[in-house]
Structure formats: structure tokens, C-alpha cells
């Protein structure tokens, strides 16, 4: 059965063979380009995850992943770097990627990954008031209109509006939101937060997510 359509983006030719027929042994459908040029050349919509290197020839992973973002792709983004400081993992996670494996890896980390970021995908429809969380289209919706969401941020504002009133402490956050064993730094979280308070006032106003100091937060 297949897992899964998934964009490979590597420019390193051994790295994306091994990569592609990996992840084809693995029940995946993989389609593997050397460019983020390539990348933007698809079509996203039949996209169902993204591995994308961060050292492209042509542009900076990164770039390259704010630009899937622009065009409307909602698939999650497992960023491949050989860099693992904490503001090159802050920069990945501001450009719309969802998780990060570091050079050099085994296949079974990229695989059990994608595996993790597809499941905590699979998120059903929730209203809590005007605010409606459309898990197909990746997006919330209320009086004021419609606002597109990254998968990350999908998956941390689901798990507040699964729970509407209750706190949620920020572990519980992480667990939600990111794959298991993911390293989730309190920056991270503090900059999903701030673009979900962002995009909450863009569409459903009277939708807020209340900090309760030394506690969590909470979705009222």
C-alpha cells in the first residue's frame, strides 16, 4: 500500500538515488529533482511530503520551502541539513518546515519521520465557534475568511481547538504538534504561537489563544 507521494529534493546524485528507491522499497512513491527549481516546477497539489535539502545549488532550502508555502503547498516539509545549531533549526521551522533530519543519516530516521509527520496530519474537521479547522484544505476559517496553514501550525492549533478552554501545557503542545523525538526549543513554539495569534485575528477574531503564565496555554 502506498504511504505516500514524496517530493525529494537533494541535489547530491547518489544521495537522492538512495533516497528515492528508499523510500520506494518503504511503500512511498517517491519523485526525486536536484533543484529547488525543479521542486516549484511540480505539481504540488499531488505532493504528499517534501524532503528537502537545505545546500541547494540554486537556492537555500529554506527559500525554497517559503516558496512551496506562497504556492499553496500544505504538505509537510522534513528538512535534510548538515547544519544542527539551534537558529539554523529556528530559521527552518520560521520558513514553514516541519521537522529536520542532520547529516549523515540512515534511511530508517527519514522514513520513521515522514511516517510520523503524515500520521499527526491525519486530523479530522474541529469548530470551536466562528472557527473551523478544515483538515483536507490545511486551513481555518471564520466570519472574516479563510487563512491557509503549514501543517505544523495545523496540527499545534487542532490540539487547542480539540481541548477548547482547557490549558494545554507546552509539552503537550510539542507532543501534538511535532514528530516524536523531535527537539522542540521554546523560541520554536513561541514563533508558531505568535503567527497562530496572527492568522486567528486575520480570520476568527474572537478566537484567542490565552497565555497562562507558569501554566500553558488555552483556546477560547
Not at 30 to 54: C, K, N
Request: a negative charge; aromatic letters at 4%.
Amino acid at each position: 500500500m502506498t504511504s505516500g507521494r514524496v517530493l525529494v529534493v537533494e541535489d547530491d546524485a547518489d544521495l537522492r538515488r538512495v533516497l528515492a528507491r528508499g523510500l520506494d522499497e518503504e511503500g512511498f512513491t517517491a519523485l526525486a529533482v536536484a533543484t529547488g527549481t525543479a521542486a516549484l516546477e511540480q505539481d504540488l497539489d499531488r505532493i504528499d511530503a517534501v524532503v528537502l535539502d537545505v545546500g541547494l545549488p540554486d537556492a537555500d532550502g529554506r527559500d525554497v520551502c517559503q516558496a512551496l508555502r506562497a504556492r499553496g503547498c500544505q504538505a509537510p516539509v522534513l528538512f535534510l541539513t548538515a547544519r544542527d545549531a539551534l537558529s539554523d533549526r529556528l530559521s527552518g521551522f520560521g520558513a514553514g518546515g516541519d521537522d529536520y533530519v542532520t547529516k549523515p543519516f540512515h534511511l530508517s530516521e527519514v522514513v520513521a519521520r515522514l511516517h510520523a509527520l503524515l500520521r499527526r496530519g491525519n486530523v479530522g474537521a474541529l469548530e470551536v465557534g466562528d472557527l473551523r479547522l478544515d483538515p483536507v484544505a490545511h486551513e481555518l476559517s471564520g466570519p472574516d475568511g479563510r487563512v491557509p496553514l503549514t501543517p505544523t501550525e495545523f496540527r499545534l492549533l487542532a490540539a487547542l481547538a480539540g481541548r477548547p478552554g482547557a490549558v494545554l501545557r507546552r509539552r503537550e503542545l510539542a507532543l501534538a504538534a511535532w514528530p516524536d523525538g523531535a527537539v522542540v526549543h521554546a523560541n520554536t513554539l513561541d514563533q508558531y504561537l505568535v503567527r497562530l495569534r496572527r492568522k486567528l485575528r486575520t480570520a476568527a477574531p474572537e478566537c484567542v489563544i490565552t497565555t497562562v503564565h507558569g501554566v500553558g496555554y488555552r483556546l477560547g
